[in-house]
């Protein structure tokens, strides 16, 4: 029982992390009906804002996290500006997007073991690192602090996407972008409003994932992992996401624990296609028609 | 096809620009890792490090080899730590740039495919710490120009068996590996072959997948088997990370590696989670043999050197040795000049052995983790 | 210049062409987006290993002769994709493509853990056999095949699939059929590479076959143009060296290889051969055009002479 209940809070803890990266892709998603490869690269990078935030520059915590968020924005929409909106222009098929998101996310990492270097780094101690033992259980300090940050910024956004004018411009886009456009709205802006969400929560998923674990260039692989939760929880839904994402942490957790950790993604990988054979659009996905 | 032939001239065109021209008392020698992709810090390390060693030969005067005194040119390729990069990397230093003599790699995986290219070259590899068997004799027979300055995996996981056994008095074990990682499936294969012989049981056998960042399930299933020692066999960031957890999770079984282990980066990510723990190492730092390399390198490139840095060093020692015995700047004089070569390197004794090309009756040596230092505990030889 | 390094280079664009030509026509031609092709190069790779290694090694083959290993490799990545294709080809867009990226991760999560074939600790001792002419020949009958294959009625029925699934049904068109017909065969493909790429490396190992593969292959494809067998065949080789002729570059050139991609999709959306094909009646059609356009040129000429004549 001990174990039981340990496991699931490691499946949680697991899951939360790719639920912070995983929620970016699907906001992305439900507007551009791509999966946006840089994403990955994009929280690596907020990972090392936030390093250097905290040792170059010595800032405080707050300080440097709003740095880190603010500064994958601008990061995510120049990936926008350089590497989609010329595509978007041109009406190129899904896939064009695809590739030019890849090129994007060897870019950045490549651009990092260029410049910064392929080390590792280990960030400061913000927060105590020791867990808060509950009886046999332990419970990271860090796990509870990024699920109350993640739950605030996740109402936040549903706030802003449910209750401002640009939000709804956003839901109503994310129906349908050329019939949005004929409402009136100014599409572009949507789109850069979209990415740089997107890159506000990379910022913030990037820096809670390097105190949790470390900063190092390849951090964008793990995001793989998120993607496929994406997919699991129905991609273009934010709710769907989360709890995608909270599923593969707990289907992991339990299949490396209970069965074999030897075949752990070989049987979350056949959960997740036979989720998909079941539901084809995932658990909470919204049904895409095929456009001509 | 016309136009298949096309892009193989345009090809072939770029490429030939890069070639230089050759001077005939400059000595070529290649250097192959991984500059990018998750291998580079040691490949960063291990260039530096052959660097510095040939750009200090080349400032006393060069080296006499029959009678004629050489300098020497450096060509380090990058090979993302993969496989394919390294044959095609192989090709390149051999047939274009036509060295003498390669450095290099780090990762078996990435030694193995050299060996038939190396064999039609005629160009001698000395592996800096690829420790799987196979990377110099496969099927019973010795590649003849494969050679490397590391002891090898069945060695290094019976000396971790060994000492556990003997000196650590564990009678149970746990074992987590990377189950997608060559070294790491090497190792816990021969640690648990020699810590069963030995009368010891491995109570829990748990794995995971490059790239992983949290181990606390596979964790929590070892907290439950109560292992005396928990064997990790991989590298630092993983040791660190899964090592944290550990203690997180309440574990307080003795941790115990292998040479994935030693780095700064281990003890300023791995802090008290490591302290006590046991791994067994190429060399002892504080070995009065290594402080002058140690202090060169950190004067030249303001960090530290990493453990492949001091490999690197003794297979450009034994490269040496070996061009000197050879008396000529010959690929193929110079692997017959590697066999039975003794070299004193500063990780130890080489003595390559012309069966194996494997150095010899390299002890290993057991290092504490005390206080955030690397404490020499024993050469520690396993039988 | 060094013919052993450019031929090596060459070979491998061969072995990587025969794998690009396989998912340009589930890619290209039939328009479904796989993440999972270098799942069944490593089933050609291993099973092709398995057939050709000498007995006496470890692991242990078969010790049979090369062109076995081919046919062998390419039955087994076949045979595989047919079931995978059972349950997943039913899924769209984004969710297919997830689907066989959880299979390609599957089969090397697999091969990393059988010990028979070696772990991941590799399988070293393949023969040498992947000489260039086999390459070569390879390749000719990979283009020949496919350049029949989607001018066939099957092609035809694959490239209204990919068009317009609904209206490709409605005309009677078994659209599932279609799509698994070039799945298979586009998986035949990738297992034949798998055979040539493991008797070129003579050493395999399940690490060689990772997602960062699949994804490579995919860029290959687009890259070449969507639709365009030539495209194809142009995009393996310029993909493939590219990566060399940036060595100069030095840490750099992957930061470069990113922008060239990024930079290629921006600029020639439709990739490098943009829907143009090099088919034998496109080069004759092209060179007719030309002839026709010299000839007038030449009679022009002539009048304009000889009207100076005159």
């Known amino acids: ?292 | 096809m016309k136009k298949v032939l096309f892009a193989a001239l345009a090809v072939a065109l770029v490429l030939a620009g890069c070639g230089g021209g050759g001077d005939s008392n400059v000595i070529k020698v290649g250097w192959l890792g991984a500059l990018t992709g998750d291998q580079a810090v040691w490949g960063e390390n291990e260039l530096n490090t052959v660097k510095m060693l040939f750009e200090e030969y080349n400032a006393a005067g060069g080296i006499e080899v029959g009678g004629k005194k050489y300098q020497f040119e450096v060509i380090g390729y990058d090979n993302k730590g993969d496989a394919q990069e390294s044959v095609n990397v192989t090709k390149r230093l051999t047939g274009q740039d036509k060295v003498v003599a390669i450095i290099g790699p780090n990762a078996s995986g990435n030694a193995i495919p050299m060996a038939p290219i190396l064999e039609q070259a005629k160009v001698p590899d000395i592996a800096t710490v690829a420790t799987n068997p196979k990377v110099t004799v496969q099927d019973g027979k010795v590649k003849p120009y494969n050679f490397r300055v590391c002891f090898i995996d069945p060695y290094q996981g019976a000396v971790a068996a060994g000492f556990a056994y003997d000196k650590l008095n564990a009678r149970t074990a746990a074992v987590l590996y990377d189950v997608s990682d060559d070294y790491s499936q090497g190792l816990r294969e021969f640690f648990k072959i020699n810590f069963e012989k030995k009368g010891g049981t491995i109570v829990a056998d748990e794995s995971f997948n490059s790239g992983d960042v949290d181990f606390r399930p596979q964790l929590s299933k070892i907290k439950a088997a109560n292992p005396d020692v928990i064997f990790m066999p991989y590298f630092f960031k993983e040791v660190a990370l899964s090592a944290n957890q550990a203690r997180d999770l309440g574990i307080n079984a003795t941790l115990l590696g292998g040479d994935g282990w030693p780095s700064d980066q281990l003890i300023s990510m791995g802090g008290k989670a490591v302290e006590g723990s046991y791994f067994v190492n190429h060399l002892d730092y504080a070995d009065p043999a290594v402080q002058d390399f140690k202090s060169r390198y950190k004067a030249k490139y303001g960090k530290e050197t990493e453990l492949n840095g001091f490999l690197a060093h003794d297979a450009v020692l034994v490269f040496v040795e070996g061009l000197k015995k050879a008396g000529k700047p010959n690929g193929e004089a110079i692997a017959k000049a590697l066999e039975g070569i003794d070299v004193q390197g500063i990780t130890g004794r080489i003595h390559i052995s012309p069966e194996t090309h494997n150095p010899e009756g390299k002890d290993a040596a057991i290092l504490k983790i005390v206080n955030g230092q690397y404490i020499f505990q024993e050469k520690y030889a396993a039988q | 210049m060094d013919w052993t390094y450019i031929q090596g280079i060459l070979m491998l664009a061969g072995i990587n062409m025969i794998a690009v030509l396989g998912l340009s026509l589930l890619t290209g031609f039939t328009g479904l987006f796989s993440f999972g092709h270098a799942g069944f190069m490593a089933i050609g790779a291993y099973v092709g290993a398995w057939i050709s290694a000498s007995p006496a090694s470890t692991p242990a083959g078969m010790g049979l002769p090369f062109i076995l290993a081919i046919v062998g490799g390419g039955a087994a990545a076949g045979v595989v994709s047919y079931f995978i294709g059972r349950i997943s080809l039913n899924l769209k867009g984004d969710y297919f493509c997830i689907a066989t990226l959880g299979f390609g991760e599957a089969i090397r999560l697999i091969f990393n853990n059988v010990n028979r074939f070696g772990g991941a600790r590799g399988w070293p001792g393949v023969p040498s056999n992947s000489s260039f002419l086999a390459i070569l020949i390879a390749d000719i009958v990979a283009v020949l095949f496919l350049a029949n294959l989607v001018k066939s009625r099957h092609g035809r029925n694959m490239i209204a699939v990919r068009e317009e699934e609904l209206a490709a049904q409605i005309a009677g068109i078994d659209v599932f059929r279609s799509k698994m017909t070039s799945l298979v065969i586009s998986a035949v493909y990738a297992g034949v590479a798998g055979v040539f790429f493991a008797h070129y490396m003579t050493f395999i190992q399940p690490k060689m076959f990772s997602l960062t593969k699949s994804t490579e292959l995919t860029i290959i494809v687009i890259f070449g143009g969507l639709g365009s067998i030539s495209g194809s065949v142009l995009g393996a080789l310029v993909l493939t060296a590219l990566p060399e002729v940036l060595r100069a570059f030095e840490i750099w050139r992957l930061v470069f290889y990113g922008a060239a991609v990024i930079l290629i999709m921006v600029s020639r959306p439709k990739g490098l051969m943009g829907g143009l094909e090099l088919t034998p009646s496109g080069i004759r059609k092209w060179t007719a055009e030309r002839n026709a356009l010299r000839q007038a040129k030449a009679t022009l000429l002539a009048e304009d002479s000889g009207r100076k004549e005159d």
Do not use: W
């Not at chain 1, 250097?52 to 500006?81: D, N, Q």
């Not at chain 1, 030019?100 to 270097?117: C, F, Q, Y």
């Not at chain 1, 030897?262 to 056949?270: C, G, N, T, Y």
């Open chain 1, 1 to 292: 029982m001990v174990q039981f209940l340990q496991q699931l809070i490691n499946g949680l803890s697991i899951g939360s992390v790719y639920a912070l990266m995983a929620v970016g892709y699907s906001l992305v998603y439900s507007i551009m009906n791509f999966s946006n490869f840089a994403h990955g690269g994009v929280i690596m990078l907020g990972a090392y804002f936030g390093f250097f935030g905290l040792t170059l520059l010595k800032l405080p915590f707050a300080v440097a996290f709003l740095l880190a968020s603010f500064g994958t924005l601008l990061v995510a929409i120049i990936v926008e500006r350089i590497a989609y909106k010329p595509l978007r222009e041109r009406k190129a098929p899904f896939l064009y997007f695809i590739i030019s998101a890849m090129g994007a996310s060897i870019l950045l990492e490549n651009l990092v073991i260029a410049t910064i270097g392929p080390t590792f780094r280990t960030y400061p101690e913000v927060f105590p690192k020791t867990p808060i033992e509950l009886g046999p259980l332990a419970i990271g300090r860090l796990d509870l602090i990024i699920f109350v940050i993640s739950a605030v910024s996740l109402s936040f956004l549903i706030f802003f996407i449910d209750k401002t004018k640009l939000g709804k411009a956003i839901q109503a886009a994310s129906y349908n972008v050329k019939a949005c456009a004929l409402m009136g709205v100014n599409t572009d802006k949507v789109i850069l409003t979209v990415f740089g969400l997107g890159g506000f929560l990379a910022g913030i998923a990037g820096v809670f994932f390097g105190m949790k674990y470390t900063v190092y260039p390849q951090i964008g692989n793990i995001t793989t992992k998120s993607f496929i939760a994406a997919v699991f929880g129905g991609l273009g839904s934010l709710p769907g996401a989360v709890l995608g994402s909270v599923l593969l942490g707990i289907i992991e957790t339990f299949v490396a624990g209970y069965l074999s950790s030897q075949f752990r993604d070989l049987i979350a990988f056949v959960i997740l296609i036979a989720v998909l054979v079941l539901r084809p659009t995932g658990i909470m996905g919204k049904v895409t028609e095929d456009k001509a």
